[in-house]
């Protein structure tokens, strides 16, 4: 069942997948494991009052899911031309400028494809706080599971916007980047952690 060809494909030397791929990878995982909790709670009378809810959560879930995936395809297509601009020649100066020139493009869009990742990530998480106070309490673990998942994904991901805007030329962007990547982590963080502690108090534990 599990991709053993993307797997060995990511610990290869290739160029891509990469890093940012394997968190789009993570956080489709934890949005099919959200969707799990949600499909074990349908249909079972005593959550018979959520269901319209864990429904449209389930909906939800598959959309991001679907996107994620779509995720790990683009952020390899983002991740060509930067390679490509980094193989140019800087010989002259003019090949110098030519270079930089198209360095600071492929920047952006290998930037962005990592914040849309977080994004969804974000949007999962919510989802994994729903499912674990509302879904099947046989299946709480699994709700806290999915939302260490797309914690790391959100936080794998978060690094990748950081390394490119470290290499724009462009200051102003380079911030806005940065200052968007960190209110993700921030929202996404909390309600990871809020989630986990949750869970944990839920099976007898303590938060750490």
């Known amino acids: 069942m599990l991709d053993a060809a993307f797997i060995d494909e990511l610990a290869s030397s290739a160029p891509v997948p990469g890093g940012g791929g394997a968190c789009a990878c993570c956080g489709a995982l934890a949005s099919a494991l959200a969707s799990m909790v949600g499909n ?77 990742i977080m994004r969804a990530c974000v949007e999962v998480l919510r989802e994994c706080d729903f499912m674990a106070r509302c879904g099947s309490r046989m299946a709480v673990s699994d709700a806290g599971a999915s939302a260490l998942f797309a914690k790391a994904a959100l936080q794998g991901a978060s690094l990748n916007v950081l390394i490119n805007a470290g290499s724009m030329a462009d200051a102003a962007r380079a911030e806005a980047y940065r200052a968007q990547a960190e209110q993700l982590v921030d929202e ?19 938060a750490a």
């Open 40 to 116: 074990l709670t349908v249909g079972k009378a005593r959550y018979a009052d959520v269901e319209g809810e864990v429904l449209s959560s389930l909906g939800c879930l598959a959309t991001l899911r679907e996107r994620l995936v779509a995720l790990v395809d683009e952020d390899a297509r983002a991740f060509e031309p930067l390679a490509a601009a980094y193989r140019m020649p800087r010989e002259t100066p003019d090949e110098r400028a030519a270079k930089e020139d198209a360095l600071q493009e492929a920047l952006v869009g290998a930037t962005e494809v990592p914040l849309e």
């Open 188 to 206: 996404g963080t909390r309600l990871a952690d809020a989630v986990y502690a949750f869970v944990l108090d839920e099976l007898g534990g303590a």
